[in-house]
């Protein structure tokens, strides 16, 4: 399982904010998230890392089907449209969206330095 978040030092993290109109909520909302996945750090098969690219969709993907939550400028994202996706043998829409996630995610970091305590 690879999860992926948004830097929440990053300025990219913080423009978003800016941009809904919630400060630094977003880049808050990241903490916590590592608070709450922090026992995961030395789990087997696991694996959270962090970016700082811009934040263009959230993508939530189980083997060959995917939720993509596409952003909506000045929005949060529980305001903006949610697209169900499948990989099917017509067609490319989910293979460019897993093909993002895989660009991001060779530019990320782990989120906890190697060898960091649970």
Excluded: C
Aim: charged fraction near 20%; avoid cysteine; glycine fraction near 8%.
């Amino acid at each position: 399982m690879r999860l992926l978040l948004g830097d929440p030092d990053s300025p990219q993290v913080a423009e978003r904010g800016r941009e809904e109109g919630i400060g630094d909520a977003i880049a808050s909302k990241i903490r916590n998230t590592l608070v709450h996945y922090a026992p995961l750090q030395n789990a087997k098969g696991v694996e959270v890392n962090l970016h700082s690219t811009t934040l263009y969709s959230s993508l939530y993907r189980f083997d060959e089907e995917a939720l993509v939550n596409t952003h909506v400028y000045g929005l949060p994202a529980g305001h903006a449209p949610v697209l169900h996706l499948r990989r099917l043998s017509a067609g490319d829409l989910f293979d460019t969206y897993a093909e993002s996630f895989e660009r991001v995610w060779a530019q990320s970091r782990p989120a906890w330095p190697a060898g960091a305590a649970a």
